[in-house]
């Protein structure tokens, strides 16, 4: 009897855990301030790490780049340098390298929501950008904001980004992306919403508060946005509609009438800076350095612009996400206090949300080409550039592959361990639309040795069916080059990545302290060589560790509110 009790017992929590998720508690509150003074102790640890190697570099960068690969996964990257090797040199391609991955600096970074386990754009770019992690589909508060709910804007904590401090610190700002410019990625540079698809006026609740404004109006009618000096992307329709197109489900289409981009335009006329507005690859191109020019909008596609594979490059299409790039810093580079530039590849997540495996690594292969070409045009000895993705997707790479298969192609049926004798792709999602691939109606796996599975329009096999894939919780990379690189070392929070950039330029949470610590150091460096010149080439003592970590923790109750 007494077996018999405990196996109800067992089923019966079995039961409850299939209908009721196990929730377990979040051991902080991570607001604000949580996260500020996280970082703080972050990079007080990794001040110390590095100088305990012998590190003895102090320069700071003029510029900041950070290129975001929108849910560019580990697998993803490693799936794209297959493709590298295959596609560009025709070998196996495992033991190729992707450009970024020659950086000297390497992290993994952590992309959970304060209140979500696998995240989503947003609430990830804004961790990235404000040094501040926050809730899900939220932009520019901490996790006080409640998704979706306009009322709780007015109690919730504002939090700026590195948009707001580069131009605090007299630096030049931009952002470039081939998603649209109010899109989750770029929006968390400038926006504060309670939700991310408010990108217009059509998508906020009807009965909102005065001051709830859209993502769009955010954009070029206040700071940062109004005072960015270059933004190039896509989604003309949440700035004007001059055609009075209804509403759409996925995009924003603008209802209230207003043409934000002459508004934009007359603001800057009014104000005497020299500006321009830029439509297509022509426009765009024809941008000279001469023209001095102080602020340039580029809008070039009514929604997210076009799949590199797929853009008109006619001197009316679209411009490239590289030509983009370039012509981006160079209206920045002409500053003596440096810029700040936020480059997206978005069609790397859009391709994987639509089950397009081929056509996602094609992207990676895309943004290496502008980092590439960044590369040759920057001085690295002053700027700081960052790869890395907001959050991961499901893709995986799995089975038995022979070395060299192709990445996108079949694998040869295993009869040791299948019980069908169809092949299969090494490529796969855990979820989407590619579920069509996957199984038929009576539940048996879909023979694909028929299907050109390397086409780019090819839905790589789904387990479970979704209409558009969804992201994971995995972590990312993170991949650094320039000064103060090396601050990224371990595995971190991806809000840390704020908190590097704002300590890089001395401002935000740190336009005091930084250069506090900076010079505490550079003393106690002195010191050293004073007492023994020999030391230079030594590893500072325990005593001398121990020094530096105080002198970063000094100041920590100047955390910035």
């Given at each position: 009897?007494?077996t018999?009790s405990?196996?109800?017992?067992?089923?019966?929590?079995?039961?409850i855990?299939?209908?009721?998720p196990v929730?377990f508690?979040?051991p902080n509150?991570e607001?604000?301030d949580?996260?500020y003074?996280h970082?703080?102790v972050?990079?007080?640890k990794?001040e110390a790490?590095?100088y305990?190697?012998g590190?003895?570099e102090?320069?700071?960068?003029k510029?900041?780049?950070i290129?975001?690969?929108?849910?560019m996964?580990l697998?993803t990257?490693?799936?794209?340098r297959?493709l590298?090797?295959?596609?560009q040199y025709?070998?196996?391609g495992e033991?190729t390298q992707?450009?970024?991955?020659?950086?000297p600096s390497?992290?993994?970074?952590k992309?959970?929501?304060?209140?979500r386990q696998?995240?989503?754009s947003a609430?990830?770019?804004?961790a990235?950008?404000?040094g501040?992690?926050?809730?899900?589909?939220?932009?520019?508060f901490?996790n006080?904001?409640k998704s979706?709910d306009p009322?709780?804007q007015?109690e919730?904590r504002?939090?700026?980004?590195?948009?707001?401090?580069a131009?605090?610190?007299?630096?030049?700002?931009?952002?470039?992306?081939?998603?649209r410019?109010?899109?989750?990625t770029?929006a968390?540079?400038y926006a504060h919403?309670?939700h991310r698809?408010?990108e217009c006026?059509a998508k906020?609740?009807?009965?909102?508060?005065?001051?709830?404004?859209?993502i769009?109006?955010q954009?070029?009618?206040?700071?940062?946005g109004?005072?960015t000096?270059?933004?190039?992307?896509?989604?003309?329709?949440a700035l004007r509609?001059p055609?009075?197109?209804?509403?759409e489900k996925w995009s924003?289409?603008r209802?209230?009438g207003?043409?934000?981009i002459?508004?934009?335009?007359?603001?800057?006329?009014?104000?005497?800076?020299?500006?321009?507005?830029?439509?297509?690859?022509?426009s765009?191109?024809?941008?000279?350095?001469q023209?001095?020019?102080?602020?340039v909008?580029?809008?070039f596609?009514p929604?997210?612009?076009?799949y590199?594979?797929?853009?008109?490059n006619?001197s009316?299409?679209q411009p490239s996400?590289?030509e983009m790039?370039?012509?981006?810093i160079?209206?920045?580079e002409?500053?003596d206090?440096g810029y700040?530039?936020?480059?997206?590849?978005g069609?790397i997540?859009?391709?994987?949300h639509?089950?397009?495996?081929?056509?996602?690594?094609?992207?990676?292969?895309?943004l290496?080409?502008?980092i590439?070409?960044?590369?040759?045009?920057v001085?690295?000895?002053?700027?700081l550039v960052?790869?890395?993705a907001?959050h991961?997707?499901t893709?995986s790479i799995?089975?038995?592959p022979?070395?060299?298969?192709?990445i996108?192609?079949?694998?040869p049926?295993?009869?040791l361990r299948?019980?069908d004798?169809?092949?299969y792709?090494?490529?796969?999602?855990a979820?989407?639309?590619?579920y069509?691939?996957?199984?038929?109606?009576n539940?048996?796996r879909?023979?694909?040795?028929?299907?050109?599975?390397?086409?780019?329009?090819f839905?790589?096999?789904?387990?479970?069916p979704?209409?558009s894939?969804?992201h994971s919780g995995h972590?990312v990379?993170?991949?650094?080059?320039?000064?103060?690189?090396?601050f990224f070392?371990?595995?971190?929070?991806?809000?840390?990545?704020?908190?590097?950039m704002?300590?890089a330029?001395c401002s935000?949470?740190?336009?005091q302290?930084?250069?506090?610590?900076l010079d505490?150091?550079k003393a106690?460096?002195?010191?050293?060589?004073?007492v023994?010149?020999?030391?230079?080439l030594?590893?500072p003592?325990?005593?001398?560790?121990?020094?530096v970590?105080?002198?970063l923790?000094q100041d920590r109750?100047?955390?910035?509110?």
């Amino acid at each position: 009897m007494k077996t018999y009790s405990y196996l109800a017992l067992a089923v019966f929590f079995v039961i409850i855990d299939r209908v009721t998720p196990v929730i377990f508690p979040v051991p902080n509150n991570e607001d604000a301030d949580f996260w500020y003074e996280h970082g703080k102790v972050e990079l007080a640890k990794a001040e110390a790490w590095a100088y305990s190697l012998g590190q003895r570099e102090f320069r700071r960068p003029k510029n900041i780049i950070i290129f975001v690969g929108d849910g560019m996964s580990l697998s993803t990257v490693t799936a794209a340098r297959i493709l590298k090797g295959q596609t560009q040199y025709g070998f196996s391609g495992e033991e190729t390298q992707l450009l970024w991955e020659r950086f000297p600096s390497l992290s993994l970074i952590k992309t959970y929501n304060v209140d979500r386990q696998v995240p989503d754009s947003a609430a990830t770019a804004s961790a990235m950008f404000t040094g501040v992690k926050t809730n899900f589909k939220t932009l520019g508060f901490d996790n006080s904001i409640k998704s979706g709910d306009p009322q709780s804007q007015v109690e919730a904590r504002k939090v700026d980004s590195i948009l707001t401090w580069a131009q605090q610190a007299g630096m030049k700002t931009g952002l470039v992306t081939n998603s649209r410019l109010t899109h989750g990625t770029p929006a968390a540079l400038y926006a504060h919403t309670a939700h991310r698809y408010w990108e217009c006026d059509a998508k906020i609740p009807e009965h909102h508060l005065e001051g709830v404004l859209d993502i769009g109006s955010q954009l070029v009618g206040s700071s940062p946005g109004l005072k960015t000096n270059v933004m190039f992307g896509g989604g003309d329709r949440a700035l004007r509609n001059p055609d009075h197109s209804p509403p759409e489900k996925w995009s924003c289409v603008r209802q209230d009438g207003r043409d934000l981009i002459q508004e934009w335009m007359s603001h800057l006329e009014k104000e005497k800076a020299s500006h321009r507005f830029v439509s297509d690859r022509e426009s765009l191109l024809g941008i000279q350095k001469q023209d001095n020019l102080d602020h340039v909008l580029g809008v070039f596609a009514p929604k997210h612009m076009d799949y590199e594979d797929k853009r008109d490059n006619s001197s009316s299409g679209q411009p490239s996400l590289k030509e983009m790039t370039l012509k981006a810093i160079e209206v920045l580079e002409n500053n003596d206090k440096g810029y700040f530039l936020m480059v997206e590849n978005g069609q790397i997540d859009r391709a994987h949300h639509e089950g397009q495996a081929n056509r996602a690594m094609a992207e990676v292969l895309v943004l290496e080409q502008v980092i590439e070409a960044t590369l040759e045009q920057v001085d690295l000895e002053e700027t700081l550039v960052i790869v890395t993705a907001d959050h991961g997707h499901t893709l995986s790479i799995s089975g038995y592959p022979p070395r060299g298969n192709q990445i996108g192609g079949l694998i040869p049926n295993d009869p040791l361990r299948m019980k069908d004798t169809y092949p299969y792709t090494a490529l796969n999602y855990a979820n989407g639309p590619g579920y069509v691939n996957a199984f038929n109606k009576n539940g048996e796996r879909v023979d694909l040795s028929e299907t050109d599975t390397n086409d780019m329009d090819f839905l790589h096999p789904s387990l479970i069916p979704m209409g558009s894939g969804v992201h994971s919780g995995h972590d990312v990379g993170l991949w650094a080059t320039g000064p103060m690189s090396y601050f990224f070392h371990t595995t971190h929070e991806q809000s840390y990545i704020g908190h590097v950039m704002a300590y890089a330029i001395c401002s935000g949470p740190y336009n005091q302290t930084c250069r506090r610590h900076l010079d505490r150091l550079k003393a106690i460096e002195m010191r050293s060589i004073d007492v023994n010149e020999s030391s230079r080439l030594q590893l500072p003592s325990t005593f001398t560790v121990f020094t530096v970590v105080v002198l970063l923790f000094q100041d920590r109750i100047h955390t910035f509110r």
